[in-house]
Structures are given as structure tokens and as C-alpha cells.
């Protein structure tokens, strides 16, 4: 994730509610670690987060493009790109 991990950081901390009924971190430092321990991944567009979620076992075939990116464990960056988190 490298660089682009206080980006991520960042859009988790704002929007974890969408995937935990409660907060899991309270501030950057806890959702950069939070986002290594989970694994996150960045993808350049929503038909690599389709492939990657397929690959990964999940039945997204009969999802639109808007339906995907709405799934609780993807999230889009302000640039366009969106990252995944497996919790």
C-alpha cells in the first residue's frame, strides 16, 4: 500500500461506519495500522476491485459498477481509485 496509505487512512476514518457499527480506530496513526493488519489494497478502478473480489470468492457477476463500489468493505479515494479492506 506504501504511500497511499494515509490517503486510505484518511477515507476509513471518515467512512468506517459504513462497514462497523462502531468506531474500530479514532485516529490516523490507528487506521494505518488498522489498514496494514487487514491487508487493505488499492486498485486503480472498480473492474480491478470486481476481479479481485472474484478472485477472492465473493459472487460479484450480477453487480452493477455502482452496486460493487457500494459493497461495506470497498472504499473510493478522492483521485478515482478505490481500496478494499478484508475485515
Same mark, same amino acid.
Given at each position: 500500500?506504501?504511500?497511499? =496509505? %494515509? +490517503? &486510505?487512512?484518511? !477515507? $476509513? +476514518?471518515?467512512?468506517?461506519? #459504513?462497514?462497523?457499527?462502531? @468506531? /474500530?480506530?479514532?485516529? =490516523?496513526?490507528? *487506521?494505518?495500522?488498522? =489498514?496494514?493488519? &487487514?491487508?487493505?489494497?488499492? $486498485? ?5 476491485? %470486481? ?8 459472487? !460479484?457477476? *450480477?453487480?452493477?459498477?455502482?452496486? =460493487? ?6 472504499? #473510493? +479515494? @478522492?483521485?478515482? %481509485?478505490?481500496?478494499? /479492506?478484508?475485515?
Amino acid at each position: 500500500m506504501g504511500e497511499d =496509505l %494515509r +490517503l &486510505c487512512a484518511e !477515507v $476509513f +476514518l471518515k467512512e468506517q461506519s #459504513k462497514l462497523f457499527d462502531e @468506531p /474500530v480506530v479514532f485516529d =490516523l496513526e490507528e *487506521a494505518e495500522e488498522f =489498514l496494514e493488519d &487487514c491487508f487493505a489494497q488499492v $486498485f486503480e478502478n472498480i473492474k480491478e476491485v %470486481r476481479e479481485y473480489l472474484s478472485e477472492e470468492g465473493m459472487d !460479484v457477476e *450480477a453487480l452493477s459498477d455502482e452496486e =460493487l463500489s457500494e459493497e461495506l468493505e470497498v472504499f #473510493k +479515494l @478522492p483521485d478515482g %481509485r478505490y481500496f478494499v /479492506v478484508e475485515a
